[in-house]
């Protein structure tokens, strides 16, 4: 199949978040399947050192790169407002490429690139697929710019579209209240894509000189209010108080500062409960030294209000490490009571929940041992399986109308 997935950021933008690290890994999954995947993005900001980074060549769209048989396009910027980019020839690459490629898969909302796209294959007559990153949760589309751009762009973009895939039950079920038709959701979750091989432990440690007597508690991805920081820092703060701060620990957060003076807000809040010192920001980490960071962790924490799943905290059972989540988080279900725990959004039950990781030692060490059962079931393999068949099944359609 000749396949275009579309999205606003993609790699080496790794500072965006999860759907960078996740179209990459499904475009390089489907390519070594045999097809001929594209891939059709923002440049976000392409410097010579990441140019050279990716191979990057100048091409009258702007750039185009190709890794692991995947073509990505990088359509120059011309303004932008917040994460909204507007995309100089998005519309003429659209209408000059689009019929070259079986099927179209949207990443995303709240982006101009997947409207443009939508609207030149739906003319077209050509089938697209909607994948919307937990961006359709209520708390994200009833803001006020957010529900306008429903009214321009992203009802009709979701309306229009062949299948929208939604990667946990919880996300299935935010889209089906927000009156997306339950025959056109597919289920298809997430996968974790591991490095062959992960550092060596006490690498993260050695850096940040924490030594090995220590617990440390982590968090990782991007400190913003839908993930809930604060939740983590409280958590620790109540255990620490329960144990009479007998029990050396670190709370590190770590990910890039999206809100100006969130990171300040972090701090001075884990100063007023008595953290001074005992909270790290070491700032966004990526690749390498992220997996080492999920190595030397003892439990890590995703105490997000909302997520459609929660790659960090797959990616964090992977490395073995278990896990405290929310509820509210789409990969709950498959770590509680294996990897993790799973629990309210709720202080008083994160902080418990966290007490126990912490200071039972055969809890933790039977939820680190699940861990390897749990990554089995998180690899790319199914999912990848299921997008290729989910396009297959939109094609046969297409042919008998």
């Not at 550092?199 to 090995?212: A, N």
């Amino acid at each position: 199949m000749r396949i275009l997935s579309v999205t606003q950021s993609y790699y080496p933008f790794l500072e965006k978040g999860g759907p960078s690290v996740k179209v990459r890994a499904i475009a390089r999954g489907l390519a070594a399947r045999g097809h001929q995947v594209t891939v059709l993005t923002a440049d976000l900001g392409l410097d010579e050192a990441a140019r050279q980074r990716i191979g990057a060549i100048r091409e009258p769209w702007g750039w185009r790169a190709r890794e692991d048989a995947v073509d990505t396009i990088y359509l120059p910027v011309l303004g932008r407002y917040r994460a909204i980019t507007w995309n100089r020839g998005a519309y003429r690459w659209c209408r000059k490429n689009s019929s070259a490629f079986d099927i179209v898969h949207i990443y995303g909302l709240y982006d101009l690139l997947g409207p443009v796209t939508a609207h030149v294959r739906y003319h077209e007559g050509l089938p697209y697929v909607v994948e919307p990153m937990g961006m359709f949760q209520p708390i994200v589309r009833n803001i006020p710019l957010k529900r306008l751009y429903h009214r321009l762009f992203g009802d009709r973009v979701l309306q229009e579209a062949r299948s929208v895939v939604a990667t946990s039950e919880q996300e299935r079920s935010e889209l089906a209240a927000g009156g997306i038709p339950c025959s056109k959701i597919v289920v298809r979750r997430n996968g974790i894509d591991v490095p062959s091989r992960l550092p060596e432990p006490g690498e993260f440690r050695k850096r940040l000189d924490i030594t090995i007597d220590v617990k440390l508690v982590l968090f990782l991805g991007r400190l913003v209010q839908k993930k809930c920081p604060e939740l983590a820092i409280e958590a620790f703060a109540d255990w620490r108080m329960e144990t009479g701060d007998k029990r050396p620990a670190i709370l590190v957060l770590a990910g890039p500062e999206e809100e100006s003076g969130y990171v300040r807000h972090l701090e001075a809040l884990a100063n007023k409960l008595g953290l001074r010192g005992r909270v790290l920001f070491p700032g966004a980490l990526y690749e390498h030294a992220k997996w080492a960071a999920y190595r030397d962790a003892d439990v890590f924490v995703l105490p997000s209000q909302n997520e459609n799943f929660g790659n960090t905290a797959g990616e964090s059972v992977a490395c073995g490490t278990p896990v405290v989540v929310t509820d509210r988080c789409g990969i709950a279900p498959l770590v509680e009571g294996r990897a993790g725990l799973a629990v309210p959004f709720e202080r008083r039950a994160f902080s418990a929940a966290l007490g126990r990781l912490l200071d039972d030692d055969p809890l933790r060490s039977r939820l680190r041992a699940g861990c390897a059962e749990v990554a089995l079931s998180l690899t790319w393999e199914e999912p990848l399986a299921e997008t290729e068949s989910l396009y297959s099944f939109i094609l046969a359609e297409g042919r008998r109308e």
